[in-house]
């Protein structure tokens, strides 16, 4: 994949990335790290990579100026201690991940981090933070168990005016604490413990930490968010396949491209 830069400036508050991954992600993470750095309208002062102990994840981050976050530090269980699954999936590790996101104010520094698939890359500019508004990027459609969670969790429906499931995110800090604070006083549990028991363990998509954070951002201060198209494009091939020619002509529609090569999150189920 070889990318192109981008002309408009970097300007705006500085802000903090945090990628989680795992091995099979590096075909697409290293074209994930520069796409930020070439494409994020805001200085960014530390890329963090959550992962498990990794020697070839370590490497990359060393060679990419990244900081490895072992994802055994992050949370105080392992994704060996959720059960989610059935006979023909297995969403353990996939949720898992969603609650390590969902940690990333104990990680990050900055008030501001984004956060980004490590299978999505971006390849036009984006800016996350406009005339003091924090900018979501959505798509039209979702899972309808993201709502019902939503509703267990907070008590009150999702105003969902659009999804915002689309492979990253910016989180405000504060904004993420209060949210986890909310969940815990309403269910008398740690927040990560209610989530996973508000959870319809039956169903294959219970959660999303996209859907949630957007939604309870939005439902507090319409005002406060500026809602931008997505205009994601899923492609099967390798990152590296791609050269500039065809990344210049998928910008032209396109803001990000996601290879979804991942299977180590959803894995099949043992029987």
């Given at each position: 994949m070889?990318a ?17 991954a ?22 960014i ?7 498990p ?28 201690d959720?059960?989610y ?12 991940q ?8 104990r990680i ?19 800016r ?7 900018v ?10 993201y ?6 969790l907070?008590?009150s ?6 999804s ?10 504060q ?20 989530i ?18 957007a ?17 994601n ?15 210049r002509?998928?910008a032209?529609t ?6 979804h ?5 959803s ?5």
């Amino acid at each position: 994949m070889s990318a192109f830069s981008s002309g408009s400036a970097v300007s705006g508050p500085a802000i903090d990335v945090l990628i989680p991954a795992i091995d099979k992600d590096l075909g697409t993470l290293p074209f994930v790290i520069d796409s930020l750095r070439r494409h994020v309208r805001h200085p960014i002062s530390h890329i963090y990579v959550v992962s498990p102990a990794s020697s070839r994840i370590r490497d990359l981050c060393a060679r990419k100026n990244c900081i490895f976050v072992d994802e055994a530090t992050v949370l105080p269980f392992t994704k060996q201690d959720i059960h989610y699954s059935s006979t023909r999936w297995n969403r353990s590790g996939w949720l898992y991940q969603q609650l390590l996101k969902m940690n990333g104010d104990r990680i990050c520094r900055e008030p501001f981090f984004l956060v980004i698939d490590a299978d999505t890359v971006l390849i036009r500019p984006h800016r996350f933070r406009s005339a003091g508004k924090t900018v979501f990027y959505c798509r039209d459609w979702s899972q309808p168990e993201y709502f019902r969670t939503y509703r267990k969790l907070l008590g009150s429906a999702a105003p969902s005016p659009r999804s915002f499931v689309t492979h990253y995110m910016l989180f405000e800090k504060q904004k993420l604490a209060a949210l986890k604070k909310m969940i815990a006083r309403r269910h008398g549990l740690p927040w990560h413990a209610a989530i996973i028991r508000s959870i319809n363990k039956k169903r294959q998509f219970g959660f999303s930490e996209y859907e949630t954070y957007a939604n309870y951002v939005y439902s507090r201060s319409r005002t406060s968010v500026l809602l931008r198209n997505a205009n994601n494009k899923s492609l099967h091939s390798p990152a590296a396949s791609l050269n500039e020619k065809q990344i210049r002509k998928l910008a032209r529609t396109y803001r990000s491209l996601s290879f979804h090569q991942r299977k180590g999150y959803s894995i099949p189920g043992k029987h």
